[in-house]
């Protein structure tokens, strides 16, 4: 089954709303939602969430060519984009660990819409 963008981004809330992260000390983000417009910074994440101290973005990808475009954006290749944890959700074995910038997660999504977390991300410490 193909996902479009906006059923991955639906997963993607869905997900932050039940992660488990032991060893960042939270289970969830209790504050979640997707495809949010902040007329403050450049940036719309597909899914973002908020617990206690920490925020997590999730970008959703549905191609190849949608992922290296992304590092094209000003945010990403300066290193100013949102999110103390930073994933890309994709379906299975659309990006490589190998491709990943520096720090960022990767979870799967399988053709029954079941998400897998590849690789974790790295703490960014956010000015």
Not at 16 to 34: Q, S, V
Not at 92 to 100: F, H, Q, R, T, V
Not at 105 to 121: P, R
Request: hydrophobic share 35%; net charge neutral; aromatic share 12%.
């Amino acid at each position: 089954m193909e996902f479009t963008h906006a059923e991955l981004c639906k997963i993607a809330d869905r997900w932050l709303g039940k992660a488990k992260k032991n060893n960042i000390r939270f289970k969830t983000f209790p504050i979640h939602t997707r495809e949010t417009i902040c007329q403050m910074v450049a940036e719309v994440p597909d899914a973002i969430g908020w617990n206690y101290c920490y925020s997590c973005i999730i970008e959703v990808k549905v191609s190849k060519s949608d992922f290296l475009a992304d590092f094209k954006k000003e945010f990403r290749s300066n290193g100013d984009g949102m999110g103390n944890y930073r994933f890309y959700m994709c379906p299975e074995d659309l990006i490589k660990e190998s491709d990943l910038p520096q720090g960022w997660g990767l979870i799967y999504v399988d053709e029954k819409g079941k998400t897998k977390e590849i690789k974790d991300s790295a703490l960014f410490e956010l000015s």
